[in-house]
């Protein structure tokens, strides 16, 4: 079974707290205490996740006044989406040469 690896969006966005985290900042750029008043999770919750989807490249961090504001990296999401985009025109491809296959 595969483990976890730092840097890995996918596996980073496998927890449903860390998509919820995602969604959230999907609206707007917030700090680790909005974050953790909208979701079920204590602050130091938060803070580790926010850590892994960092790690992961999908958020990044601004330091304002006494606090770190966190937002969407464009460039981890869009390189996610690439990743989805060559899956869909593998299956694609996949498909169209079963049907021709099957012609």
């Known amino acids: 079974m595969a483990t976890y690896h730092p840097g890995d969006g996918w596996d980073a966005l496998g927890d449903p707290t860390r998509r ?24 130091p919750a938060v803070s580790q996740h926010l850590k892994v989807l960092k790690d992961a490249g999908l958020v990044s961090d601004q330091a304002t006044g006494t606090r770190r504001v966190y ?3 464009p460039a981890g ?10 899956f869909w025109s593998r299956a ?3 498909y169209r040469k079963t049907v021709e296959e099957d012609s």
């Open 20 to 43: 919820a985290i995602v969604e959230c900042l999907a609206e707007r750029p917030r700090a680790v205490g909005e974050l953790a008043d909208l979701l079920p999770i204590s602050r």
């Open 71 to 73: 937002r969407l990296n």
């Open 77 to 86: 999401l869009s390189a996610l989406r690439d990743q989805l985009d060559t």
């Open 92 to 94: 694609l491809e996949g």
